[in-house]
């Protein structure tokens, strides 16, 4: 499950393919998490739902990742992974693994600011899904 | 799209489709070309295209692209049938600059430039998830809200003459905490008093060159004096306030079947409840950001004071000015000869009110407000004035800075291999930034000439040049 990083003027940015709705929006995550820290240090998380709606797929796509990028710029806390247990249309739940920042043990690669509509798109491909979303740095 | 230079430094797109009101972009030949790279005219036009625009849609040289709105541009809205649009403020709603001036010269301060920097850097919390010294409860923290600036002076910060010299005093009316939400207020309690990361910044600058004296001399400039900028705005209150009208319009403008050419660019007529609720919530922040930079500036001069060891007499900090960059406000323009209430969004672009204006101090009325422009952190930063032009043509706005035209990721890239403080320290810049890699994003190549930025504001009457600030030092968050 591949994802690459937008160059963009003034933020940074993600392209994401997956073989299902469901992975995508994890993936989507593990990008947006990959972006602030390494991964392999969050050790010990403990599991959290997360339920979102939007008006469609993509607006979905971008509230999901608004709620996950909450856990981190308002209760400190960062996702090392993600189950997408439901997803419709509109709506999905999903149970994340997170963990308290220790800035200790946590490295702050850069601080993701919002998630942007700016060219938000999600659409099937040949063989599953992609998406693009950009953020605010 | 039709693109029609009118003189030497504007541009004009007709209005065509769907758009309601031309579009201008104040741009020199050299900007255009750069400019011309980018996405941005189109995100100018489908700014004209937004219901109820009065006048034109318009850009300044620092234009480029940003999110929905362009940066650099500015749009009036009719209080009957426009819109407020969150995404036409920006998420960090009132970023601005403050700056004040100290009675010492660059001889005084360069031995102890490596402490100062050291100390404040120390001191003044920046960089990533960082919190700050101002503990706040929720109680204080709707007080901020509320109050702005005069909170912070009435709880021993700064000068209470230092609100005239502050954008509205330092505080808009109509802040409403009861419009923010729980999360915002999670995000913003615990970063009063924090420059953040980023593209936040601290410079220390010696006034280089000044090219008005009357207009110097009132703002309290003179030429080799020391100054202080603070470059920083809500923190992640502003975000979150963005970020949570921007989900709550998309919803409503889905329900209202409105069409939008970006999502980014969700709004609501100004006169429905969530328009309302938005500017409430949004002038939350606005006084939140007002109060930060005061507190930050207070920091400051405890810092210069100890490092310098000299007393607050001495050291001699006076307030210049504190304008913001990032807003929607109401206010009263004259449009085609009428006096017309509309809503003014400015996002990266600087109020620029002439001489004159009532909502002014007294001490600016004959020279007209002062605008601060930052730089980039190697290069000049420049002080301007309002001007009766600015109320004519750009509902008094002008740019913001130099702008960029580097990707981040760009910029890491012609920084590899490069010792960048060794650079600007031959260029006698120190420069120490807290986040890993923010000195490559932030490198003076990453920007336009802001020099070439303000010419074009200068030279197209909109604002008019007063004083040059050349770096000596710098503290990137």
């Keep these: ?137 | 799209m039709e693109l029609i230079q009118t003189d030497a430094y504007r541009w004009e797109i007709p209005k065509t489709g769907n758009m309601n009101v031309p579009a201008r972009i104040y741009a020199s030949d050299a900007i255009m070309e750069a400019v011309k790279k980018e996405e941005t005219f189109r995100q100018l036009v489908n700014v004209a295209s937004l219901p109820g625009i009065v006048g034109r849609a318009m850009a300044m040289p620092d234009i480029h692209w940003g999110y929905g709105f362009p940066i650099g541009g500015v749009a009036a809205f009719d209080m009957d049938s426009g819109v407020i649009s969150p995404g036409g403020v920006g998420y960090d709603i009132n970023c601005g600059v403050r700056l004040a001036a100290l009675r010492l010269e660059e001889k005084e301060i360069r031995p102890h430039l490596e402490d100062l920097v050291v100390a404040l850097q120390k001191d003044i919390p920046s960089g990533v998830g960082t919190t700050g010294m101002v503990k706040l409860s929720l109680k204080d923290l709707k007080k901020v809200m509320k109050q702005g600036s005069p909170w912070a002076v009435s709880h021993g910060f700064g000068r209470d003459t230092d609100t005239g010299r502050t954008e509205e005093g330092g505080c808009m009316d109509n802040a409403d905490p009861a419009d923010v939400s729980d999360r915002a207020m999670d995000r913003g309690k615990n970063q009063l008093g924090t420059l953040g990361s980023g593209n936040h910044f601290m410079e220390i600058g010696v006034v280089d060159t000044v090219y008005d004296p009357i207009a110097a001399r009132v703002f309290g400039l003179a030429e080799k004096q020391v100054t202080l900028m603070i470059h920083t705005g809500s923190r992640g209150l502003g975000h979150q306030i963005c970020d949570d009208f921007l989900g709550r319009m998309t919803k409503k403008a889905h329900k209202t079947g409105m069409v939008l050419p970006d999502r980014q660019l969700a709004c609501m007529p100004l006169r429905s409840a969530e328009a309302q609720a938005y500017y409430r919530a949004m002038a939350c922040a606005a006084n939140f950001a007002w109060a930060n930079r005061h507190i930050l500036l207070h920091m400051a001069e405890e810092v210069f004071m100890h490092t310098l060891g000299i007393s607050p007499r001495d050291l001699a900090m006076r307030m210049v000015y504190d304008v913001c960059h990032n807003i929607a406000k109401t206010e009263t323009h004259l449009i085609d000869g009428e006096k017309r209430r509309v809503c003014v969004h400015r996002k990266g672009a600087t109020r620029a009110f002439g001489p004159g204006h009532p909502d002014l101090d007294p001490i600016f009325r004959d020279t007209g407000q002062p605008i601060l422009i930052p730089g980039d952190m190697g290069t000049a930063s420049y002080v301007l004035a309002g001007t009766q032009k600015a109320m004519e043509e750009t509902f008094g706005s002008t740019c913001h800075g130099a702008g960029r035209v580097m990707s981040r990721k760009a910029a890491k890239k012609a920084a590899k291999g490069r010792s960048l403080q060794q650079e600007m320290e031959k260029k006698g810049v120190l420069v120490r930034a807290a986040g890993r890699g923010t000195m490559a994003e932030e490198m003076p190549e990453a920007y336009k000439d802001v020099t070439e930025v303000v010419n074009v504001v200068h030279g197209s009457g909109i604002s008019k040049k007063v004083a040059k600030l050349r770096p000596i030092a710098v503290i990137k968050g």
Excluded at chain 1, 9 to 35: H, K, M, N, Y
């Design chain 1, 1 to 137: 499950m591949p994802y690459e990083l937008i160059d963009h003027t003034a933020d940074t940015g993600i392209r994401v393919w997956a073989p299902s709705l469901p992975d995508l929006f994890a993936e989507a995550c593990r990008a947006l998490f990959e972006q602030i820290t390494d991964l392999k240090q969050i050790k010990h998380p403990h599991v959290q739902i997360i339920c979102v709606d939007g008006i469609d797929r993509t607006d979905l796509l971008i509230n999901w990742l608004r709620a996950c990028l909450l856990e981190w710029t308002a209760n400190q806390r960062l996702i090392r992974s993600v189950k997408i247990v439901e997803i419709r249309d509109t709506w999905l739940k999903a149970q994340v693994l997170v963990r308290a920042f220790d800035p200790q043990k946590h490295p702050v690669f850069e601080d993701i600011k919002a998630v942007t509509y700016h060219g938000a798109n999600l659409s099937p491909t040949s063989d599953g899904w992609q998406a693009q979303v950009i953020f605010d740095v």
